[in-house]
């Protein structure tokens, strides 16, 4: 049983829900895969770094033109995972400590949808004058 695995029954033990279960899981197998084609060996818990994760970050962001909110989901998976390894004993410090979430833009105004408009439109033609 992989350390991946064992992270994931600790995870749906808490109820959570299959689609979660699997967000988790395809976070946990990129950030592997990428690490292992950067390191061009087996992934090791104990070998990640801070400098892994910012580098990978910069990668999602950069090169696979991943979204800010979908690497924010998967630096969220990342901290809880590594947090579960230093709580079950198998890191004394976890690389994700200073790791911050990529900016996102924010919302720009909403439209008013149609209704909406049609709405004011006929509350404008039922007012009186100088209110």
């Known amino acids: 049983m992989t350390i991946v695995t064992t992270y994931l029954e600790s995870v749906a033990a808490k109820g959570r829900s299959p689609a979660t279960l699997r967000a ?15 390191h061009r060996q087996p992934w090791s818990l104990e070998a ?22 979908t690497i924010n989901r998967a630096l ?3 901290r809880r995972f590594f947090a579960w390894a230093v709580h079950a004993g ?3 410090t ?18 008013i949808p ?9 509350a404008i033609h039922t007012q009186k004058d100088g209110l």
Request: hydrophobic share 40%; proline share 6%; charged share 25%.
């Open 90 to 92: 198998m890191l004394n």
């Open 114 to 122: 149609d209704d909406g408009i049609t709405a004011l439109l006929a």
């Open 76 to 78: 969220s998976t990342l």
């Open 48 to 69: 990640v770094s801070e400098r892994d994760l910012q580098r990978w970050q910069r990668a999602r962001q950069h090169e696979d033109g991943a979204k800010p909110a």
């Open 24 to 38: 988790i899981a395809a976070d946990l197998r990129q950030f592997q895969g990428w690490w292992e084609d950067v």
């Open 94 to 111: 976890t690389p994700v400590t200073d790791m911050r979430d990529v900016a996102t833009e924010p919302l720009g105004p909403q439209a």
